[in-house]
């Protein structure tokens, strides 16, 4: 079955250590994107990408950085610059075109910073 | 500003008691409106797209409307199933991006 697999679920680090989120999609689908999710807010856009090699940072980048090196592949890197990096995040792709496009979501990973 | 905002931010129905979900925009220029359903711990999962004023999408017990400034998400006759985190996404002018709403949680009690 296609999808988008988020690896791992779940996420440990002490302060001051970078850490990199696993995205992979088997849909074929040209943009994939990063969120973040917290409590009582709606889903903010970390980055995303339409085009292998190519990504744009969305509303909250600083303290994140992506890659794009492969179309089924999206990794984020939860830097030590982040200040409040514990959140659920998580991994989208879509289709693009004229008409709006759904999202299609992995299950997320759960990263805790203590 | 573009904004989305969802209410109630919870509710809490018995089985069989029919109830709506309201997500309210205001944006320039709609391209989309997204409901999706998400369980604890899971992603969103993909429920309906509405692209224009008028239109109703439906999918077993939940009913998807649009007008000019809101959507309304009807569940008719909930089962304790359909008890998740329903969130409302809208996308629009040239930007492909999404401006979210914070959820609204159903409660189905049996």
């Known amino acids: 079955d296609g999808g988008i697999t988020q690896s791992p679920k779940y996420l440990f680090r002490k302060e001051g250590q970078n850490v990199t989120l696993s995205c992979e999609q088997n849909?074929?689908?040209?943009?994939m994107y990063w969120y973040r999710q917290d409590p009582g807010q709606g889903l903010r856009l970390i980055y995303y990408?339409?085009?292998?090699?190519?990504?744009q940072k969305g509303d909250i980048a600083e303290g994140y950085s992506v890659s794009r090196e492969k179309k089924e592949s999206f990794p984020l890197t939860v830097t030590s610059a982040q200040k409040n990096p514990t959140a659920f995040y998580l991994c989208?792709?879509?289709?693009?075109?004229?008409?709006?496009?759904?999202?299609?979501f992995g299950n997320g990973t759960r990263l805790t910073v203590t | 500003e573009d904004q989305v905002t969802q209410s109630p931010e919870a509710l809490r129905l018995q089985e069989g008691e029919s109830s709506s979900l309201n997500c309210s925009y205001t944006?320039?220029?709609?391209?989309?409106l997204f409901w999706y359903r998400q369980d604890p711990g899971k992603g969103p999962e993909f429920l309906f797209t509405?692209?224009?004023?008028?239109e109703e999408k439906e999918k077993e017990r939940l009913k998807a409307t649009l007008t000019k400034k809101e959507s309304f998400l009807h569940i008719t006759a909930p089962k304790p199933e359909d008890s998740a985190t329903y969130l409302c996404?809208?996308?629009?002018?040239?930007?492909?991006?999404?401006?979210w709403g914070a959820g609204t949680k159903l409660i189905i009690k049996p």
């Open positions: 989208a792709s879509s289709m693009l075109g004229g008409l709006a496009s759904p999202l299609h």
């Open positions: 849909l074929n689908h040209d943009a």
């Open positions: 990408s339409q085009i292998v090699n190519d990504f």
């Open positions: 944006v320039s220029g709609l391209r989309g």
């Open positions: 509405l692209y224009s004023a008028g």
């Open positions: 996404a809208v996308q629009a002018g040239s930007n492909y991006q999404l401006i």
